[in-house]
């Protein structure tokens, strides 16, 4: 992760997207998309964090990465399907990191995901998180290799992906969106959901 975020991406992750996982942190948080659960080593022992994935290997493997007495639920579940009623409304906030541009399909079709995690939220809280942006910003020739083999072998979906098309699917369900394009990857936060 540190060696293409820094080389390929260009978003560095201690200096960007580390800092930007931790400032909008809540006390009850659920991380979708947890990957190696490498945020999660570094949140507060006080934080109650969920995590969601469809991979029970990934949902196992952060939870143990992070502790397991940090985690209250691990939840396997498909983001473009509703969320269980009880999930709605429970997260003060909720992170996507390198989520999005691994989901299939366009930037629109991912709105539903955006919707579906807009109703987990508290009426104050925050979604955000980071993905990497395929049309719109300028890939070094590393980044060019990994997207070509990355999105020819289904890993990404995200040739057509914008900080444009992310800004219209996040306003469609949230008042406060805020972007910010670090190298080839948009960070993102939204809050005062619709």
């Known amino acids: 992760m540190g060696v293409s975020n820094r080389l390929a991406w260009g ?3 201690k200096e960007h997207l580390l800092p930007h996982f931790l400032e909008h942190l809540g006390n009850n948080h659920l991380d979708i998309g947890v990957g190696t659960g490498f945020y999660l080593t ?16 990934s949902l196992n493997a952060a939870s143990t990465r992070a502790g ?7 939840i396997n579940h498909d983001v473009f399907e509703p969320y269980p009623a009880a999930l709605h409304g429970q997260f003060d906030s909720i992170s996507m990191f390198y989520l999005l541009h691994c989901l299939p399909g366009n930037i629109s079709t991912k709105s539903c995901v955006i919707r579906n995690a807009a ?17 719109g910003v300028v ?3 590393f980044g060019q290799k990994l997207m070509r083999i990355y999105n020819q072998k289904g890993i990404f979906s995200n040739t057509k992906d914008s900080e444009e098309g992310l800004t219209h699917i996040l306003s469609e369900h949230f008042e406060n969106v805020k972007t910010k394009v670090q190298g080839t990857v948009v960070m993102f936060s939204a809050s005062g959901k619709k």
């Not at 507060?44 to 991979?55: K, Q, V």
């Not at 397991?68 to 691990?74: F, L, Q, R």
């Not at 109703?119 to 049309?135: F, K, N, S, V, W």
């Open 68 to 74: 397991e007495s940090k985690i209250k639920h691990k």
């Open 139 to 141: 890939h070094n020739s």
């Open 11 to 13: 978003c560095p992750t």
């Open 119 to 135: 109703q987990a939220l508290t009426d104050d809280g925050t979604l955000y998180g980071a993905t990497i942006l395929g049309d």
């Open 42 to 57: 570094h949140v507060p022992e006080s934080s109650l964090i969920s995590l969601m994935d469809l991979n029970e290997a």
